[in-house]
């Protein structure tokens, strides 16, 4: 073992355990990565000295903790380069993130006979939301299909995104195929259709580096829970335009 990764490891409390008689060796970090000590001391810490009612205060620890609340939105601003903390939205998961997406946006945009289009390689948190809109809203969910060598086939997504299409939805990188998706080609073909672009980031912001405005996507997913934040913390990204028009979560549907 190198010299960083027996570095890195010691970031790591859990991992200094046996398992089975053997040293724990973690593999399953797509899933969900482990905590280093500076985030476990960061939540104790947080607990321990400023743990209030975010924006719901005005005494001392309150607004101590609505401060942390928003550094922190902003960290994940700069992180992606959004234009403004306010494109930044907490939520538990990408699968959360996706859900309200399709629940408070996609079901008030698409309409009987619209077409939603994601691809064959997607996770079943990018696939379960559309079949609900389209079977709630009696619109047609489409499928881009592979290449033989499991790359997104680039010549069927411009059959399958035309002026009938309302929303496009795929996974920047792929947990099943682990290859990159061209998502900025794709936002630029869906917008030339009038469709709105969702990107499914949960493996690609662990390992490229993401760059919403450049990618120019409306809505991009992710997950901080599958980089070292707590179990519980994944983050909805949107434009000012589409934020602005999604519904609030208790009021969906037609
Ligand atoms: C591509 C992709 N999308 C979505 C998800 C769901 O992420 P979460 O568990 O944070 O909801 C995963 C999880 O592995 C994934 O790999």
Redo the contacts with the bound molecule.
């Keep these: 073992m190198s010299r960083g990764l027996n570095n890195s490891r010691s970031d790591f409390p859990i991992l200094d355990q046996k398992v089975n008689g053997e040293q724990l060796v973690y593999l399953d970090n797509?899933?969900?990565t482990q905590k280093p000590t500076s985030v476990l001391n960061s939540l104790v810490h947080y607990y321990e000295h400023d743990n209030a009612n975010v924006h719901r205060g005005v005494h001392t620890l309150a607004e101590r903790a609505t401060e942390e609340f928003e550094a922190a939105r902003d960290k994940v601003a700069a992180f992606i380069n959004a234009k403004s903390r306010q494109s930044v939205i907490y939520t538990?998961?990408?699968?959360?993130?996706?859900n309200w997406i399709a629940s408070s946006f996609g079901n008030s945009v698409v309409n009987e006979g619209d077409e939603i289009v994601i691809s064959e390689l997607?996770?079943?948190?990018?696939v379960v939301p559309w079949q609900q809109v389209a079977k709630c809203q009696h619109a047609t969910l489409k499928y881009i299909g592979l290449t033989a060598d499991g790359e997104l086939d680039m010549a069927d997504a411009e059959k399958q995104i035309t002026d009938k299409t309302k929303i496009v939805s795929i996974?920047?990188?792929?947990?099943?195929m682990g290859v990159i998706n061209p998502i900025k080609a794709l936002t630029k073909l869906a917008h030339q259709h009038g469709a709105y672009m969702i990107a499914?980031?949960?493996?690609s912001t662990p390992h490229l580096k993401v760059d919403v405005q450049d990618l120019g996507v409306d809505f991009y997913?992710?997950?901080g829970?599958?980089m070292l934040a707590p179990t519980g913390i994944?983050i909805l990204y949107g434009t000012p335009e589409v934020l602005d028009q999604m519904e609030p979560a208790s009021l969906v549907g037609k």
């Design positions: 797509a899933a969900t538990r998961s990408t699968t959360e993130s996706l997607e996770h079943h948190s990018n996974a920047h990188a792929s947990n099943v499914d980031g949960a493996q997913a992710f997950s829970h599958k994944g």
